[in-house]
């Protein structure tokens, strides 16, 4: 079983900063991208940044120079530092990953339970 579990949400006022973490944990054989999604009420989930296996980012437009998405693959965490927050970017934070389990000959798409992201202005 593996589970992913997102943590450092909360409440901030605009031009703040917020640190999300994403534990990994279970029976990982190997990880590939891990990325972080976010949603707010009536709208799609959409992709905030990814990270490779090899350290390679993407980002979504609305985000760029403001946040960082950096992993620490020895302790199977993946992290988004958020900086100069804006209303916009209150949503639920989910932490997605693509991991290949030892029990599997495959990769799968793992979600974590989400964490709430508040910005006020």
């Known amino acids: 079983q593996v589970q992913l579990v997102e943590s450092g949400g909360g409440l901030v006022q605009a031009g703040g900063s917020l640190r999300l973490s994403c534990v990994a944990s279970?029976?990982?054989?190997?990880?590939?991208?891990m990325s972080w999604y976010r949603q707010v009420p009536g709208k799609q989930r959409e992709l905030v940044a990814n990270?490779?296996?090899?350290?390679?980012?993407n980002y979504a437009d609305s985000v760029k120079g403001r946040f960082t998405i950096s992993r620490d693959s020895a302790k199977d965490t993946a992290y988004l530092q958020m900086n100069n927050l804006k209303p916009d970017d209150t949503a639920v934070y989910y932490c997605?990953?693509?991991?290949?389990?030892?029990?599997?000959?495959?990769?799968?798409?793992?979600w974590g339970q989400g964490t709430q992201v508040t910005v006020s202005s």
């Open positions: 997605n990953a693509l991991i290949l389990p030892y029990v599997s000959s495959a990769y799968s798409d793992y």
């Open positions: 279970g029976s990982i054989f190997r990880f590939d991208v």
């Open positions: 990270i490779t296996i090899g350290g390679s980012t």
